[in-house]
């Protein structure tokens, strides 16, 4: 299959998903604390080169357009298969979540401690959907550096998550502990201890 073939359904879903996000920030609660500059760097860069790897081909290093999946259409309804999964469970994480919603590390004016729906399932479900949708769109280009992207996005989720943490765990210090005993951070029924931190953000 042509790559402009591959890559269109891919692109259409990413972009519906970046249209719906921006809109849905609109209507959120007003910020009572908030994460610093400095710390938000490290995993905003990290995010962004995540997205440059998968939407440019051509990179300067060439092998990260080889690649390390055979050229099959198993393989490619596999990984739109993941994208839609994942995009979807992020969606419904944020619906879910409602105005507690924020794009950074915050707390928010009456925030709550939301454990129903998505997140009695996994203590981050948007950043399970997001890493599963990359999983997807790596898969569905087979090169190295859709690989390369989802390393990178889990180093800037769990940069972020860490921060998210330690939050939670001051606004909400019982309630809060609780829920990490009961629900896993990312990955559903690997138990309730957070592998790389979590929280209801």
Known sequence: MPYSLYAAPVAILWLAWLAYWFVAARNVKATRRRESHASRLGHVLLSVLAAALLAFRGQPLHWLDERFLPDTMVAYWLGLLMVVA?????VWARIHLGRNWSGTVTVKEDHELIRSGPYGIVRHPIYTGLLL?????AIVFGEW???LAFGLLTIALSLKLRREERFMQESFPEDYVRY?????????????SHPIG???L
């Open 198 to 200: 979590g929280t209801s």
């Open 133 to 137: 949708a990359i999983a997807g769109t």
């Open 86 to 90: 994942g995009l979807a469970f992020a």
């Open 180 to 192: 990490q005993a009961q629900v896993p951070a990312l990955v559903p029924w690997l138990g309730g």
């Open 145 to 147: 550096r859709g690989l």
